[in-house]
Each structure stands twice: as C-alpha cells, then as structure tokens.
C-alpha cells in the first residue's frame, strides 16, 4: 500500500492531506455505502457523465490501483473510449454492495500513510497531518471529500470498483493510451512488459503489435538449460539476462533488426531467431526487468492478475508436471523475484 499512496501522491502533487485520506478509506471500504438503488445510482453517473467537459487527456489514466483489489475509474477516458456506461454502474453498485468494511486494515494504511509522512517521503508538515489524521480517527472514519486544491487542478470524476471487473478491453485501451502519451516524435520507445505466470503479457504484447505494429521479445525465448538452470540461485536472474543484454538489448537502438539464439525447452538446442524493429520495442516476459537490464527500458508495465484468477488460468494451460513445476518452483520464484525488487511499486504504469 507504501507503493500505491506514494504513486498516487506523485501522480497529484496538489494533493492534501485530506486526499490521500480519501485514498485510503476508498481503498479500505470503496466507494460508499450500499447502494439500494441501482437505477438511480445509473441516473447519477449518466448525469455526471451529462456535465463532465470532454477534452482528449491521454495523461489521465483509464483506471488507477488505490489498493491491492479496488481501482478508480476515471470517467472522462472511459466515455473517451466508449465504454458502457451501464456496466460501468453494474460493477459499481456491486463493488460497493460487496465491499467488507474492515477497520483493521483502514488502521494498517493510516499507518502506512503517517510513516510515510514521518520519513518525507510525502512533503506534508507531520504535525499538522497527524492533527488531521487523529480528527479523523477520532470522528469514527468520515466519508471524506477531495480537497478544494485536488478538485481545481484535477476535477476528479470517477467511480471505485473491485479489480477484478476491469475487462481486457480495459487493459488494452489503458496500454494503448499509456504508450500514446509517452510517445515522443521519431524516438525509439523500449517498454518492459512484467507480471506474474498467466497475467496476460503476451496477449496485451500482441494487442500492440497489432495496433500499433509494436515489436515483440519474449523472455520465454531465453530460458536457461536445465543444468544451468539448477545451479543458479540469484533471485530473477533465471533468464540468460547475458544472452538477452549481448544480442538484443544493446543493439535496440542501433539496429534495424536482431538475430539472436533462442533456447527451446522441448527439443533442448538453441536455435537463431531474427526479429524487426520497429520505433516501440516490447520486452516481454517474466525477469524481463532483471536488475542487469534495467538501464535499458524507457519504461516498465506490470500487468495484474488476481491469485484466484491465476489459478484458474494455470489449471486450464497446463496439467500434470508442468503445472506442480509451476505452483512448487517457478511461481515461488517469481514472487520472491517481485517481492524482492519492488516490480508492482517502481511500474509506470500497472494494467
């Protein structure tokens, strides 16, 4: 949750610190109380949505993480892309219906919030912020409104549901709208696609090679021999990173296309494989962001995926020993490998 207030405080400087305590009760409770009416609740948003002034922001994120499973979703780019608005409210209604108040984790965010304040890491005066905390503590956790600051500078319209409805139109169109307002004129863009077992990198890779005729490196193509691979204990360096930084990586730039020696696991030889560059180069792969090859990348994307929606997808792409390999080694390993480097933390930008 440290990762989560700090990208949201960096993301809106102009915030106070009674935003970042809206922040934390959306991500402890979400976005009200129950919502009896789900008609009326429509007619609000339809309204809203009626007087929102419509202007091309390619900077204002689709959807943000406020916590590990609830995100905010910002109308203004969602009309953009025409999503439905309709089920917009449906997942809203039952996001905020089904939402378990605990107070126990509110406390364990405010605590987040007033370390981070304490170390300044969050530029706010820690007296006058922990005045404001203890109020709020004190008056049973209030609903809380953004702050006159955060409401000119940003005009906040959104609504907070559970992650797990954001839908892969959803992903794309955030992808999509990432690279765009990135993107600088003529220059070469080299993007880290990260995230766990089946979160759906390689899909999202090929949605850009396809939109945006975007290439394509999977780490999938570096995978160490089984006798190295055994030996080799340094958290996320199980790709051949060597390999991967001396054929490809340095050249990206340079080079119009790389020719490089792609390792096959079932027939247990390396084989050459040539790709073409193009302006954006993708990365993608997990250990794609491996501590060797970081200076590389302009940015790093980490696509999410829920442990019961990993699960699901893992019993449907593998079976046998291939899927107790990956529930006993390489998914422990890949944790460990998040977990160690921070890769949800320190992402541009998380799908």
């Not at 919502?35 to 689709?62: P, V």
């Not at 765009?180 to 766990?196: C, F, M, N, P, R």
Request: glycine share 4%; proline share 2%.
């Amino acid at each position: 949750m440290d990762d989560i207030i700090i990208r949201s405080y960096l993301r809106y400087p102009k915030s106070t610190i009674e935003d970042l305590l809206k922040l934390v009760f959306q991500a402890s409770f979400g976005g009200g109380h129950m919502i009896k009416d789900a008609n009326e609740s429509l007619l609000f948003l339809r309204e809203e949505c009626s007087k929102l002034k419509r202007e091309k922001n390619l900077h204002e994120l689709l959807y943000e993480y406020i916590s590990d499973d609830s995100v905010r979703i910002n109308l203004r780019p969602y009309l953009e892309c025409n999503f439905d608005l309709t089920y917009l409210n449906e997942i809203f209604v039952q996001s905020a219906n089904t939402k378990v108040h605990n107070e126990n984790v509110l406390n364990d965010y405010l605590k987040y919030l007033k370390g981070l304040i304490k170390n300044k890491l969050i530029n706010f005066d820690y007296n006058n912020a922990l005045a404001v905390i203890s109020k709020f503590e004190n008056s049973g956790f209030p609903l809380m409104h953004h702050s006159e600051e955060y409401r000119d500078a940003y005009k906040p319209a959104y609504r907070v549901v559970d992650k797990a409805f954001i839908t892969q139109a959803m992903k794309e169109k955030q992808l999509e709208r990432f690279i765009s307002a990135v993107k600088v004129k003529d220059k070469e863009l080299i993007l880290a696609i990260e995230g766990k077992s089946c979160s759906g990198k390689s899909h999202l890779a090929h949605y850009l090679k396809n939109a945006i005729g975007a290439s394509i490196i999977t780490t999938d193509d570096f995978f160490l021999p089984k006798e190295i691979k055994e030996t080799q204990t340094a958290i996320g360096d199980f790709i051949n990173y060597k390999l991967l930084e001396t054929e490809v990586m340095s050249k990206l730039r340079t080079a119009s296309s790389v020719t490089y020696h792609r390792y096959d696991c079932q027939k247990e030889l390396y084989e050459l494989k040539t790709t073409k560059l193009t302006p954006i180069v993708i990365i993608e792969g997990v250990y794609s962001y491996n501590k060797h090859l970081t200076k590389y990348y302009d940015y790093l994307i980490y696509v999410d995926v829920s442990p019961l929606e990993q699960e699901k997808r893992l019993h449907e792409r593998n079976s046998g020993d291939t899927l107790e390999q990956y529930k006993t080694e390489w998914i422990p390993k890949e944790n460990l490998y998040f977990k160690t480097f921070n890769i949800f933390g320190i992402a541009d930008i998380i799908i």
